[in-house]
């Protein structure tokens, strides 16, 4: 059977993006997790998405969101008591943006956090059969600092091991995330870090921001990273508009990423870079050289340009003719 569709899981939560003149702000949907699998169904790539959100107005336009874009949403939970989580998103003048908090819970957690294992279980004939046909699953860490969905997120790749499903991994860390759950509040910096990196040694690919390599693994070199994972995992490591660093199918190099003077808000763009990349690595198979590989970093890079165009994370993202339309621009 083959396998070509993708499976996300973890949180899907409102960006509360403040305007540019701070009077106000725009609610738009987000979440790492639930972003990829938007990105990737643009992208003509199956995906699915595993999450928990509130029964509330927001988990609701999440739910029309996903099918008007046909993201698989069979395994999405509702949460009769918790709210969707609301972030607060304040940006510089460069369009970068920065998690100042969250909106008040409704309870003492927010929906995303209390993922649940028993429901899983209860569909795991289901979710067997899609995983017979799942090439990647996708998370990142911030589902670890709650310890419900700490213990869901472990079984999830437990059956994806079984499955020959491979794990990509974002790291994508947040400490706010940390510092707001009731599990993890009380854990020091280091505890947390420690965390992760032993949740980084399921994956067969990780994604990191540079600042990330550095605080997490004291170094920016990607094969480096490499060789401290168990599984040995290909590493690639996004600086903005700078150089991806990358050390993929034991090559390492770096690809120069698309300019623009047009950018309004970079929110969801290493979601779009990653979408990119998992496509790229599903319809054109695993890159065995170099030049493959480079090709691959440049059409995720665009992704993650062209999602900067405009506000939000979801909306702005490029379908496969738009990517591929900018990448004839950059050739003519």
């Given at each position: 059977m083959e396998k070509n569709k993708v499976v996300c899981i973890g949180e899907a939560l409102i960006d509360r993006i403040r305007n540019k003149s701070n009077q106000g702000y725009t609610d738009f949907l987000g979440g790492a997790p639930a972003n990829v699998s938007c990105a990737l169904k643009k992208l003509e790539i199956d995906s699915t998405f595993i999450g928990r959100l509130g029964k509330d107005d927001y988990g609701k336009k999440f739910i029309k969101q996903f099918k008007e874009l046909e993201v698989n949403s069979d395994f999405l939970q509702l949460d009769n008591d918790a709210s969707t989580r609301i972030v607060n998103v304040d940006r510089d003048q460069f369009g970068d943006r920065f998690f100042s908090g969250f909106e008040a819970k409704?309870?003492?957690?927010?929906?995303?956090?209390?993922?649940?294992?028993?429901?899983?279980?209860?569909?795991?004939?289901?979710?067997?059969?899609?995983?017979?046909?799942?090439?990647?699953?996708?998370?990142?860490?911030?589902?670890?600092s709650s310890k419900v969905s700490a213990e869901t997120?472990?079984?999830?790749?437990?059956?994806?091991?079984?499955?020959?499903?491979?794990?990509?991994?974002?790291?994508?860390?947040?400490?706010?995330?940390?510092?707001?759950?009731?599990?993890?509040?009380?854990?020091?910096?280091?505890?947390?870090?420690?965390?992760?990196?032993?949740?980084?040694?399921?994956?067969?690919?990780?994604?990191?921001?540079?600042?990330?390599?550095?605080?997490?693994?004291?170094?920016?070199?990607?094969?480096?990273?490499?060789?401290?994972?168990?599984?040995?995992?290909?590493?690639?490591?996004?600086?903005?508009?700078?150089p991806v660093e990358w050390f993929i199918n034991g090559f390492q190099g770096t690809t120069e990423t698309p300019d623009s003077q047009k950018i309004v808000d970079t929110t969801g763009a290493g979601d779009a870079f990653l979408a990119g990349l998992i496509s790229k690595l599903i319809s054109s198979g695993y890159p065995l050289n170099e030049l493959a590989i480079q090709d691959c970093v440049n059409f995720a890079s665009v992704c993650g340009l062209l999602t900067c165009l405009g506000e939000g994370a979801i909306e702005q993202q490029p379908d496969y003719e738009k990517v591929k339309k900018f990448l004839g621009s950059l050739i003519s």
């Open positions: 409704s309870n003492s957690y927010f929906a995303d956090e209390a993922l649940s294992k028993n429901l899983i279980e209860n569909q795991l004939p289901n979710l067997e059969k899609l995983f017979l046909e799942t090439k990647y699953l996708v998370t990142g860490t911030n589902i670890i997120i472990f079984f999830l790749i437990e059956l994806a091991n079984k499955y020959e499903v491979k794990v990509i991994i974002d790291l994508n860390w947040r400490e706010v995330f940390w510092d707001y759950s009731d599990f993890s509040s009380e854990i020091s910096n280091t505890a947390r870090v420690n965390l992760i990196k032993n949740f980084l040694n399921h994956a067969h690919v990780l994604k990191l921001a540079k600042e990330e390599a550095t605080l997490f693994f004291k170094n920016e070199n990607s094969m480096l990273i490499s060789q401290q994972m168990s599984e040995r995992p290909d590493v690639i490591i996004t600086d903005g508009k700078n």
